[in-house]
C-alpha cells in the first residue's frame, strides 16, 4: 500500500497566487481530513469529510480556503487568493470506518512570499 | 521578526534509559485515545492506541497507560534510542471520526 499521497511536497508562491494542494486517499478509506501546521499554531485540523461530504470545516480559516473531493480518493485544499500567512505544512489524513486511526500523508511545505 | 512560537513541552533523557511523557485530556466522552510521533520533516506516525475499557496496553518498547479518573494519558518508552527522538502527541476521538490533538512534546535522545 503506497499510503496517503501529498503533492506537490513543496511549493513556493507569491502572495495573489492561486494554490491548489493535492491529496489521495488510502484505498478502502472515506474519510479525509486536512490539517496545518505552523510554529504558532500547531497542527490545526481545517476540515473532514466522510463519504466525499463535508462534515466539518469550522477549522477552514476564511473564504480563501476550499476544499473539495470529486471522487472516493481524491482531495483538493484550494486558496486563492494565497498570502504569506498562510505559510504552513499542510497534512492529509484518511482513515476508515473501521478505527479512529489517521494515516498521514508527508505534508506540503508552502511559503507564500 | 520575533519569531513566538508554541512553547512544547521538552523531555530530555540518556540513551537507554526509559522516557514518560504525559499528557491531560478534556473530553469525558472519548472512549479511543492514540498516541503519534512526528519525527522532523514528516507526517505524524502511529504508535499505539488505547480504548476506554482498558488502563494499560503494551506495544514493541511503548506502553501505554489510561486513568480515566484524572484523565491522564501517558506513554512510556522502555530503552530510549536516538531514533525515538520527535515530537509526540497524545490524541482523543471527538465528533464523528475527529481526533483531537495535544500540542506535542519533544522528545530528545542523548547519545
Known amino acids: 500500500d503506497a499510503g496517503v499521497i501529498q503533492s506537490p511536497r513543496h511549493e513556493v508562491t507569491e502572495m495573489g497566487q492561486e494554490v491548489t494542494l493535492r491529496c489521495k486517499l488510502i484505498?478502502?478509506?472515506?474519510?479525509l481530513f486536512w490539517y496545518r501546521q505552523t510554529m504558532m499554531r500547531g497542527l490545526e485540523l481545517l476540515i473532514y469529510?466522510?463519504?466525499?461530504?463535508?462534515?466539518?470545516d469550522s477549522g477552514m480559516p476564511e473564504d480563501r480556503f476550499s476544499a473539495k473531493m470529486p471522487n472516493a480518493s481524491f482531495s483538493t485544499l484550494k486558496i486563492q487568493p494565497s498570502e504569506p500567512r498562510d505559510s504552513a505544512v499542510y497534512f492529509c489524513?484518511?482513515?476508515?470506518?473501521?478505527?479512529?486511526?489517521?494515516?498521514f500523508g508527508p505534508g506540503t511545505r508552502l511559503t507564500v512570499t | 521578526g520575533e519569531n513566538v512560537g508554541l512553547h512544547l513541552p521538552t523531555l530530555s533523557v540518556q540513551e537507554g534509559d526509559n522516557s514518560i511523557i504525559n499528557c491531560a485530556y478534556s473530553?469525558?466522552?472519548?472512549?479511543?485515545f492514540i498516541w503519534y510521533k512526528q519525527e522532523s520533516g514528516k507526517g505524524p506516525q502511529f504508535i499505539i492506541d488505547?480504548?476506554?475499557?482498558?488502563d494499560k496496553r503494551q506495544g514493541q518498547r511503548v506502553t501505554v497507560l489510561l486513568n480515566k479518573t484524572v484523565k491522564h494519558l501517558s506513554l512510556q518508552i522502555a530503552a530510549t534510542q536516538p531514533g525515538d527522538s520527535a515530537v509526540y502527541f497524545c490524541?482523543?476521538?471527538?465528533?464523528?471520526?475527529?481526533?483531537?490533538f495535544g500540542g506535542g512534546t519533544r522528545l530528545m535522545v542523548k547519545p
Open positions: 489524513a484518511s482513515s476508515s470506518d473501521r478505527g479512529y486511526e489517521q494515516y
Open positions: 484505498s478502502g478509506h472515506n474519510s
Open positions: 469529510f466522510n463519504n466525499n461530504v463535508p462534515i466539518d
Open positions: 473530553n469525558s466522552a472519548s472512549d479511543y
Open positions: 488505547i480504548r476506554s475499557n482498558m
Open positions: 490524541t482523543f476521538n471527538n465528533a464523528g471520526n475527529m481526533l483531537t
